[in-house]
């Protein structure tokens, strides 16, 4: 896939009221809701058909973006769009733009591993006003709102608030084609030996949402996308987390270096151990 990037910030004045926020929220838990029947439903047809694996997810793919796209510019045809599926489409509403992965978890989809989510994150200029992360298998729905809180299913939620790396449950990504140079594990050796436990669950969405939700406690990525991130960047900031780039500097929508976690000391503990 493209290594797409959203549009650069934009100077605007506009400001999303409660009603907006809650407008664009409804839709796009809606959005993710539909996305999820459509993945379910293209699961089932793995061992059926006769074309392989690979066509399937990627019919999969885009057919629950598809979905996501029609539902999403069907209710605000003047934001923009960019999804994991090649897909991009300018804003021409305040630089408001949707960040869309429709299947986040590929690798656990094709062997019927049931963690995988469908990621939509609502950008103003490059930073997350709305978000929403859905797991149709658990018919679990993480969704925030800037400046609003973060809610699963509805109620709100709050991160661990876990402060030291001992105490810490972290999760861990890797990139294809890793190898015993690589700086991934480089730094999951060193977590490893400090943390309480790690999990590499295959989905960095989840990843981020179950800091959200108290589950795990912290997060890195050296390599992130922002269709994969950008909602969970917000789940995790409006939950009472921290999520700061790599190098201590501000979360972007299209930050690739990041550390996320519960509290604003672990995720200082964890940055300075990875950089030590």
């Not at 934001?79 to 429709?102: C, K, M, Q, Y």
């Not at 062997?111 to 950008?123: C, F, K, N, R």
Request: aromatic share 6%; proline share 5%.
């Amino acid at each position: 896939m493209p290594d797409r990037e959203p549009a650069s910030p934009m100077a605007t004045h506009w400001s999303p009221s409660d009603a907006d926020l809650t407008s664009f929220l409804d839709v796009a838990q809606r959005a993710a809701r539909l996305a999820g029947d459509v993945l379910l439903d293209w699961a089932g047809r793995f061992s059926v058909s006769e074309k392989g694996p690979a066509d399937l997810v990627t019919e999969a793919d885009v057919a629950a973006q598809t979905s996501i796209q029609a539902t999403l510019l069907g209710a605000f045809p003047g934001h923009g769009f960019l999804g994991e599926e090649n897909l991009s489409i300018a804003s021409r509403d305040n630089d408001l733009t949707w960040i869309v992965d429709p299947l986040d978890g590929t690798t656990n989809y094709v062997h019927s591993i049931p963690h995988y989510a469908v990621s939509i994150a609502l950008a103003q200029g490059n930073q997350p006003i709305v978000g929403v992360v859905f797991d149709p298998v658990a018919k679990e729905c993480f969704a925030a709102m800037r400046g609003r809180g973060a809610t699963l299913n509805g109620k709100p939620m709050k991160t661990s608030g876990v402060t030291t790396l001992d105490r810490a449950v972290t999760a861990v990504s890797s990139p294809p084609g890793i190898n015993a140079e690589s700086q991934e594990l480089k730094d999951f050796l060193k977590i490893i030996l400090l943390s309480q436990s790690m999990r590499r669950s295959g989905s960095s969405a989840l990843n981020l949402s179950y800091i959200a939700a108290g589950r795990y406690d912290a997060y890195w990525s050296l390599s992130a996308k922002p269709w994969d991130v950008a909602a969970g960047f917000l789940l995790v900031a409006e939950a009472g987390g921290h999520v700061i780039e790599r190098d201590g500097s501000p979360i972007r929508c299209d930050s690739r270096r990041f550390v996320a976690a519960a509290s604003s000391e672990l995720s200082n503990a964890l940055r300075q151990t990875l950089d030590g």
